[in-house]
């Protein structure tokens, strides 16, 4: 389990100390090293709980910078559900265009459809409005939008988008926890300490192994201590307390499964079940 953070910092010095180097390493270089050593952990539990109040303007929103992956929106007291259809909310790719789909034509048609009607036309078939449309690529998809309980939300190149034109949502999310510098923090965790100092030591032995700084035993060292911890780090991280245990026992047991525990943010999830006869 991950409970606190610390400091970048904190690891540099103890980098600075181990290594017993005169060099200065660019701190720059360091933090985006940290970045990806956390990206290449990656376990759910070491990304921050954060909670973002967006304004939707235009069907749409930027994601915040630090965003990881979503949890899940709320609007209007109620969470979204997440676009599952293949038809997406934006309407194209090529001209970035924000306006949802609703009530668009949902192709060009196909090439020459006017031809294609007139022949038919003249062998005595009756082309009906739906068969036109469909050849013209002119037919329009029903609205979504006409209940509450239909909204919803996509997230598409660092923008989220929704099926309403205008208003504001909270956005749960995980991301990157950072300190006021905007520098990764780190899980206050021996094994994820040991495993960054790994990485940004195997990073730095990498480029003094390819200029032939240092000999090829020296950076095979440092990389097998690099995977070495990166195990125990994100092994530590997942690793469940007592109560977290406790309630997935519950989970487990259960007779009856919670079908619409999205509904209120799976807060009931892990609460026992009670049967009135």
């Known amino acids: 389990m991950i409970y606190k953070y610390i400091s970048l910092k ?5 980098l600075y100390r ?18 990806e050593a956390l990206r290449l952990i990656n376990a759910p539990q070491q990304y921050k709980y954060q ?3 967006l304004n939707i303007t235009n069907y749409k929103d ?3 910078c ?8 709320y609007y209007n007291g109620y969470p979204l559900r997440y676009n599952t259809g293949t038809y997406p909310i934006i309407t194209s790719t090529i001209d970035n265009s924000s306006v949802p789909l609703y009530n668009k034509p949902v192709s060009q ?3 020459g459809a006017d031809i294609i009607i007139d022949d038919l036309t003249a062998l005595g078939y009756e082309v009906s409005e739906e068969l036109e449309n469909l050849l013209k690529g002119t037919y329009t998809m029903l609205s979504v939008n006409d209940t509450s309980d239909t909204y919803y939300y996509e997230i598409y190149d660092n923008q989220i988008y929704t099926s309403f034109e205008e208003g504001d949502i909270l956005l749960i999310y995980r991301g990157i926890a950072t300190d006021l510098e905007g520098y990764p923090m780190i899980p206050d965790n021996v094994y994820y300490e040991k495993a960054i100092k790994a990485y940004l030591q195997y990073m730095i032995d990498k480029k003094d192994w390819r200029a032939n700084r240092i000999s090829e035993r020296v950076y ?3 990389k097998m201590e690099w995977k070495k911890y990166v195990r125990g780090a994100r092994a530590a991280a997942i690793t469940p307390n ?3 245990l406790a309630g997935i026992e519950r989970q487990w047991v259960k007779l009856v499964p919670n079908r619409t525990a999205n509904s209120t943010f799976y807060t009931n999830l892990d609460k026992d079940e009670i049967f009135k006869r």
């Open 10 to 14: 904190q690891i540099v010095e103890g």
């Open 18 to 35: 181990d290594s017993e180097t005169n060099e200065s390493y660019d701190i720059d270089d360091l933090a985006e090293w940290a970045g």
């Open 51 to 53: 909670v973002a109040e």
């Open 62 to 64: 930027f994601l915040p």
């Open 66 to 73: 630090n965003f990881h992956y979503v949890e899940q929106v």
């Open 109 to 111: 048609g196909i090439s």
């Open 220 to 222: 095979a060292e440092s």
């Open 242 to 244: 007592l109560d977290g």
